[in-house]
């Protein structure tokens, strides 16, 4: 298991700081460590080795190996078909992730271990977000509370972050202000590379209250991750309608801007253009 454990870990670490072809070499060796039979992973944990391919933009990847590992038999299946949900919503695959994502929250719940149900939750929240989004966010405010009553601060941020996409497409916009300040705020103190693909949101979220430039520039950021843009379809959406209303001149130039900047650069811009668009919601809701 230390074997597995370690390169796990490294393979983690890697692709948390943006290091992705590290993070794909570790995560091949520890995929071969399992496949040769020299480790059995408990709680269906070989599931999340192929997580790195997310932010590498290969979920293709994840989605195989997911496959295999539910072929071989690997104990607590559910927790490896949540982690195959997240591979297929990522992909664009929303009809396959639906699918399988049918009494999956009822066979997690069976489990009675809070990681899983909790991850669990968050999977199917975000592969029903489009075809059940009542569904989507109720499963998103469990899941936080049970991550939080757990004390699971890894899932908590992942709740925060999605649960700012769930009220930025269907709920409440000053809601979703304060989820992507939480997440934002999380995913840069822990120093986690996972705050890309939330600036890509804020960009797509930017983009529908009209705040192009902003949206273009925070953009540039969020691309520096090849998952990044691609992750979430408006994400990627949302660049195409930038170029259509700014020009290609133009957003080039506010992208390029957003890309030259730190993390820490960016973080504070975000945090400044959040209060902004935070104040004209509140003036307007008056």
Known sequence: MCGFAGLYVMASQCYFVGRFDAAIRYTEAAEKVISTGGVKVPCGASGFVGGAYVFAGQADRWIQWCRIRQACGDDLHVFITACLLVGLT?????????????????????????????FVLLAYGLAVINADPSSS?????????????????????????????????????????????????????????????????????????????????????????????????????????????LGDQTYESLARKGETMTTAAMVTYAFDQVDQARAELNAVSK
Do not use: K, W
């Open 137 to 245: 966010l109720a499963s998103l405010r469990q899941g936080m509370a049970i991550a939080q009553d757990s004390g699971n601060r890894s899932n908590e941020a992942h709740f925060a972050a999605n649960l700012c996409r769930h009220e930025a497409l269907y709920g409440d916009p000053l809601a979703a202000i304060d989820s992507f300040a939480v997440a934002i705020r999380n995913y840069h103190d822990s120093g986690n590379a996972i705050i890309r693909s939330v600036l890509g949101l804020l960009a797509a979220f930017f983009d529908r209250l009209g705040r192009y430039e902003a949206a273009a520039t925070i953009a540039g950021s969020a691309g520096v991750v090849p998952g990044a843009i691609t992750s979430f379809a408006e994400t990627a959406r949302a660049l195409t309608h930038l170029r259509e209303v």
């Open 90 to 118: 990522v992909a664009g695959l929303t009809d396959e992730a639906v699918a399988a994502a049918n009494g999956l929250t009822e066979a997690a719940e069976a489990t009675g271990n809070p990681y899983v149900i909790s």
